[in-house]
């Protein structure tokens, strides 16, 4: 039987009806806003993955170009990979939810979002995040939300909240959250040069629409929902293992990440130490299963690090929590591009190439968003030595096209127009080494390959990457956070502007 509910988000009426469509999924709910329809899924496998130390989930967004009445070019006419903007899509939402989940859990989740109609008007990436919290939520699968998202725009000096394609072609701001009842879980967002009373003032306004949409959910799971699974199986670490790995490690793990040594020698010795307590402790008895130790090991450095940084402000490479690494930047280093930038921050370093083209180097757009075309474009590519490792080139996977998409937002906005500047624009970014925040530092590579090429930008722009490390009695903010801060700490938070 087929139940419709029905709220506002903004001044745009949204409905949730579930029960009509794809009734063997674990939770299917049809999210529409106008006359864009997407199908929100969620399911759980029935079996656990084993050997797990993480929580399985996947999100898909099929974007079916039947829904603007559109057929796809090329030989095939049909949907390939997906498209860049159906993998932010993706990368966005698995943002949202993933907090959500249980983090022991072990089996596999997916959620799958398919695009059905859509009147290029109304955004299916605010819908998208609904539905897919909605269909998770009156699922049998165990979950923290309901949460719900929001866009908000500033159109003629006014916030307008969940705006649409046509009103969003006037505003200097494009700011997407996603958050519960009671906090923001996700912000993403461009603007030009927006203060920052105005980005909070929008901030603010949007979880306080978002209030609608999570009352419907929790409507819907009172009398829709499906029982939540309880058999089903969670990874419990147990006692005897954190504490005899306490116990070994002693306080190696302190002295390590304490030590100076650059990024390599520091992985070099944990990994000896990790290595070490994986041979050794698995003759202590069944209770010392792999899963098991690397759990134990995962924790205790998490719990070291912490202990570093909010009892003592120490940081592994010394640095004090506001601390830059040093910089270094040189522009035209190559001598047959149109423009390069090398950008170096600590171990991370970045070259980006800028190529200018004419109208016909444009890229088209195959896919569902109101853009048909593309005159600046960004790409990120991170090989394996940028990290000391091996393995087989392919193609960009979902990090590297996201971080080529962050840094191309946050230099779409001084991009001369192309009545000024009648040139297509690509920049590249080559990842040489990495040790957090590549992405931010392609931002400022790209900003140095861009002068080198003569393009009159409107300002220099520069990007950082913070952290949040927070305590039972206060918290502490890390500026330029490098790798180990990104996996050990409670934030990743990327930032980039003008002066």
Same mark, same amino acid.
């Given at each position: 039987m087929s139940n419709l509910y029905q709220t506002t988000l903004g001044e745009h009426p949204i409905s949730l009806e579930t029960g009509k469509l794809a009734g063997q999924a674990g939770g299917a709910v049809t999210v529409r806003s106008g006359d864009t329809v997407l199908l929100a899924t969620a399911t759980a496998a029935k079996e656990p993955r084993e050997g797990l130390t993480f929580f399985p989930l996947t999100v898909d967004y099929e974007e079916r170009l039947y829904a603007a009445g559109k057929i796809p070019g090329g030989f095939f006419k049909r949907e390939g990979r997906p498209s860049e903007q159906a993998i932010l899509l993706c990368r966005?939402?698995?943002? !949202?939810?993933?907090?959500?989940?249980?983090?022991?859990?072990?089996?596999?989740?997916?959620?799958?979002?398919?695009?059905?109609?859509?009147?290029?008007?109304?955004?299916?990436?605010?819908?998208?995040?609904?539905? !897919?919290?909605?269909?998770?939520?009156i699922s049998d699968i165990p979950f923290k939300g309901p949460m719900s998202a929001v866009r908000m725009g500033l159109i003629d000096g006014r916030l307008v909240i969940n705006p649409t394609a046509s009103q969003m072609a006037s505003s200097i701001l494009d700011l997407r959250l996603a958050g519960t009842r009671e906090t923001v879980l996700m912000i993403e967002a461009e603007g030009k040069e927006i203060g920052e009373a105005q980005i909070w003032e929008a901030v603010r306004l949007g979880h306080q629409a978002m209030q609608n949409v999570i009352d419907v959910q929790e409507r819907m799971m009172a009398e829709v929902g499906k029982p939540k699974r309880e058999a089903l199986t969670y @990874?419990?670490?147990?006692?005897?293992?954190?504490?005899?790995? #306490?116990?070994?490690?002693?306080?190696?793990?302190t002295q390590i990440l304490t030590a100076a040594m650059g990024k390599e020698e520091r992985n070099r010795a944990l990994d000896n130490l990790h290595t070490q307590l994986l041979t050794e402790l698995p003759s202590l008895g069944e209770l010392f299963?792999?899963?098991?130790? #690397?759990?134990?090991?995962?924790?205790?450095?998490?719990?070291? @690090?912490?202990?570093?940084?909010?009892?003592?402000?120490?940081?592994?490479?010394?640095?004090?929590? #506001?601390?830059?690494?040093?910089?270094?930047?040189?522009?035209?280093?190559?001598?047959?591009?149109?423009?390069?930038?090398? @950008?170096?921050?600590?171990?991370?370093?970045?070259?980006?190439?800028?190529?200018?083209?004419?109208?016909?180097?444009?890229?088209?757009?195959?896919?569902?968003?109101?853009?048909?075309?593309?005159?600046?474009?960004?790409?990120?590519? @991170?090989?394996?030595?940028?990290?000391?490792?091996?393995?087989?080139?392919r193609g960009p996977g979902r990090r590297e096209i996201g971080h080529g998409a962050l840094a191309e937002r946050a230099l779409a906005q001084v991009i001369p127009s192309e009545e000024a500047f009648p040139y297509t624009l690509r920049l590249v970014s080559e990842v040489l080494s990495s040790n957090g925040s590549t992405s931010m530092a392609s931002v400022c590579g790209s900003s140095l390959a861009l002068m080198d090429a003569g393009v009159p930008l409107a300002a220099h722009v520069a990007g950082i990457s913070m952290g949040l490390v927070k305590g039972d009695e206060g918290f502490t903010l890390l500026t330029d956070i490098q790798g180990v801060e990104d996996a050990l700490g409670d934030m990743d938070f990327k930032v980039a502007g003008t002066r």
């Open positions: 966005l939402t698995d943002r !949202a939810l993933r907090p959500l989940f249980p983090k022991n859990l072990r089996h596999e989740v997916q959620v799958i979002l398919t695009a059905l109609s859509a009147d290029q008007e109304n955004y299916l990436d605010i819908l998208a995040l609904i539905g !897919a919290s909605a269909a998770v939520s @990874f419990q670490l147990p006692a005897e293992v954190r504490r005899v790995i #306490e116990q070994r490690a002693g306080g190696l793990p299963t792999s899963e098991a130790i #690397e759990a134990a090991w995962e924790e205790l450095l998490r719990q070291e @690090f912490r202990a570093l940084v909010l009892s003592r402000g120490l940081r592994p490479d010394g640095r004090r929590p #506001e601390e830059i690494r040093p910089l270094s930047c040189e522009a035209g280093m190559l001598p047959r591009t149109h423009g390069s930038g090398l @950008f170096t921050r600590g171990e991370t370093q970045v070259l980006t190439i800028a190529t200018l083209g004419t109208a016909s180097d444009e890229q088209i757009l195959d896919g569902l968003t109101p853009l048909e075309s593309k005159r600046f474009m960004h790409h990120y590519n @991170f090989p394996p030595y940028s990290t000391g490792e091996t393995r087989p080139l």
